[in-house]
């Protein structure tokens, strides 16, 4: 049962248009999220995280809401770029870490020149 | 700074032999976390440890799976005997803290034959 889920497994983007990648979530004890990027061939790594006392998290091109009353949160990135072709996971985390982070599937953001 | 490494990148072995993924965390980083990446299933959660101890091995599929952390600087993840099922994509990743961001090695694609 995926406690975390991008329902999406592939986005085409042009090139400068906003991406706006989807995750939900069902465990309502989860209170931290992060994205994280994958290219082929490389382990997955750090994009941009929110903690769920915030609804908003900014960081240059990227821009994370989060709508806890929907356990819904979702990645803007704009203008977009060929090089944020990539995978792109949802992850989350309870209060205090114990059980690690739960990634969702990923969603696979391709950028049309 | 070196960043986690995973030996070895590339397994093919038959089915019923044994397995060893190897891991280095980052020098410093008290959690190390093994995951796995499956088409199906996304990235999930094996196993981790806190300053070389067990915490949460309950995403280990079954009795063939079984991780070590003998020290600070080594893990391994074996799987005797390994099945075509097992097939996939295996990540180590390490941190300062079990919340917040985790720095992935590249990983070991392992296929069974």
């Known amino acids: 049962d995926q406690q975390v889920k991008q329902n999406s497994p592939s986005l085409s983007v042009q090139e400068g248009r906003i991406s706006i990648l989807n995750c939900d979530y069902t465990?309502?004890?989860?209170?931290?999220f992060l994205w994280y990027k994958k290219y082929p061939a490389e382990g997955p790594t750090f994009l941009i995280s929110?903690?769920?006392?915030?609804d908003k998290n900014e960081d240059g091109r990227f821009t994370v809401f989060l709508n806890k009353s929907a356990k819904h949160l979702s990645l803007h990135i704009v203008p977009s770029q060929p090089g944020d072709s990539a995978v792109y996971f949802c992850a989350a985390m309870a209060r205090g870490g114990a059980d690690g982070l739960t990634f969702g599937k990923g969603t696979h953001l391709i950028i049309q020149p | 700074d070196a960043g986690v490494i995973q030996s070895p990148r590339h397994e093919v072995t038959e089915m019923g032999q044994e397995v060893t993924l190897r891991c280095k965390p980052i020098s410093g980083h008290d959690y190390l976390f093994w995951y796995r990446q499956t088409m199906m299933r996304g990235l999930e959660l094996l196993i981790y440890?806190?300053?070389?101890?067990?915490?949460?091995d309950s995403g280990m599929p079954e009795d063939r799976f079984s991780a070590k952390m003998p020290n600070a600087s080594f893990s391994t993840l074996k799987i005797q005997p390994s099945e075509p099922r097992d097939s996939a994509v295996y990540f180590c990743?390490?941190?300062?803290?079990?919340?917040?961001?985790?720095?992935f090695g590249e990983g070991s694609r392992l296929t069974v034959l």
């Open positions: 440890f806190n300053n070389n101890v067990p915490i949460d």
């Open positions: 465990n309502s004890m989860f209170d931290y």
């Open positions: 990743a390490s941190s300062r803290q079990p919340t917040g961001e985790l720095f």
């Open positions: 929110i903690s769920s006392i915030k």
